[in-house]
């Protein structure tokens, strides 16, 4: 799975990250998805789109990294960026998706929250399930970011996805779930896949404790500002 190449219909994410069609990256960048992610609350009365989707680019290339063991967020994740990339594209003119506010005041007016998902899927309900999968990774996050190198990274996966992703799957994705979180790795081996292999070495434990602390800190803030905003318009139980 390292070599997988993610590939969304935004072009704005690819010029932004600096990728092209013929690049393959290796290694998961910890550093751009702070950044993205920082770049979208920049203004919490207008979040950003665009910067939301291409840290969520960068982090399903971590979960890919990490091979099928997160395939059940994986999956759900790169179909949702996708999703949101064409209604971003297509609404270019309009800006009706420029942010997480004037998505949900588009829809709202157009009422297209409730609509038929097989038909089209409405931009907020899509978005609130990356919303759901962010509480996941900065609790993740943060509890990786506490262990020794050579502690298992299991037990706190297990436990994050309990409190968080857990509440809104069925008990067939939960149970497969648990048991594919038993064969995560080694704190140290989990730090190496996510680096394709090699850690640079000019990163020391220390200094990937840091940023992954950082990355869980924007995470949340994030999180709380995307969950005050749905709840606001009484959202975040959309079907």
Same mark, same amino acid.
């Given at each position: 799975?390292?070599?997988?190449?993610? #590939?969304? #219909?935004?072009?704005?994410?690819?010029?932004?990250?600096?990728? /092209?069609?013929?690049? *393959?990256?290796?290694?998961?960048?910890?550093?751009?998805? @702070?950044?993205?992610?920082?770049?979208?609350?920049?203004?919490?009365?207008?979040?950003?789109?665009?910067?939301?989707?291409? =840290?969520?680019?960068?982090?399903?290339?971590?979960?890919?990294?990490? =091979?099928?063991?997160? $395939?059940?967020?994986?999956?759900?994740?790169?179909?949702?960026?996708?999703?949101?990339? $064409?209604?971003?594209?297509? &609404?270019?003119?309009?800006? #009706?998706?420029?942010?997480? #506010?004037? %998505?949900?005041?588009?829809?709202?007016?157009?009422?297209?929250?409730?609509?038929?998902? &097989?038909?089209?899927?409405? =931009?907020?309900?899509?978005?609130?399930?990356?919303?759901? +999968?962010?509480?996941?990774?900065?609790?993740?996050?943060?509890?990786?970011?506490?262990?020794?190198?050579?502690?298992?990274?299991?037990?706190?996966?297990?436990? @994050?996805?309990?409190? /968080?992703?857990?509440?809104?799957?069925?008990?067939?994705?939960?149970?497969?779930?648990?048991? +594919?979180?038993?064969?995560?790795?080694?704190?140290?081996?989990?730090?190496?896949?996510?680096?394709?292999? /090699? $850690?640079? !070495?000019? %990163? &020391? &434990?220390?200094?990937? !404790?840091? !940023?992954?602390?950082?990355? +869980? $800190? *924007?995470?949340?803030?994030?999180?709380?500002?995307?969950?005050?905003?749905?709840?606001?318009?009484?959202?975040?139980?959309?079907?």
């Amino acid at each position: 799975m390292a070599d997988h190449k993610i #590939q969304t #219909q935004n072009e704005h994410n690819l010029d932004k990250t600096g990728e /092209t069609s013929g690049d *393959i990256k290796k290694s998961f960048d910890i550093e751009l998805v @702070c950044e993205a992610l920082q770049r979208c609350i920049e203004d919490k009365n207008a979040i950003d789109l665009t910067h939301y989707l291409r =840290g969520f680019t960068e982090l399903l290339r971590f979960f890919n990294l990490l =091979g099928k063991v997160f $395939v059940f967020v994986a999956n759900d994740v790169e179909s949702k960026i996708n999703i949101l990339d $064409v209604y971003l594209k297509e &609404s270019e003119n309009g800006h #009706q998706y420029q942010t997480l #506010q004037s %998505m949900i005041a588009y829809e709202k007016t157009s009422n297209l929250l409730k609509i038929d998902i &097989s038909k089209r899927p409405s =931009g907020a309900r899509t978005l609130l399930r990356l919303h759901r +999968a962010l509480e996941f990774v900065a609790q993740f996050m943060l509890e990786v970011s506490r262990l020794d190198d050579d502690k298992g990274t299991a037990e706190v996966a297990r436990l @994050c996805y309990k409190r /968080t992703l857990a509440k809104y799957h069925p008990w067939v994705i939960k149970q497969s779930a648990s048991l +594919a979180m038993y064969t995560l790795p080694y704190r140290y081996q989990l730090v190496q896949r996510a680096y394709g292999g /090699t $850690v640079p !070495s000019s %990163m &020391s &434990s220390v200094t990937i !404790s840091d !940023s992954m602390n950082r990355l +869980a $800190v *924007i995470a949340d803030e994030v999180f709380h500002a995307t969950e005050k905003l749905f709840d606001e318009h009484d959202l975040l139980d959309l079907p």
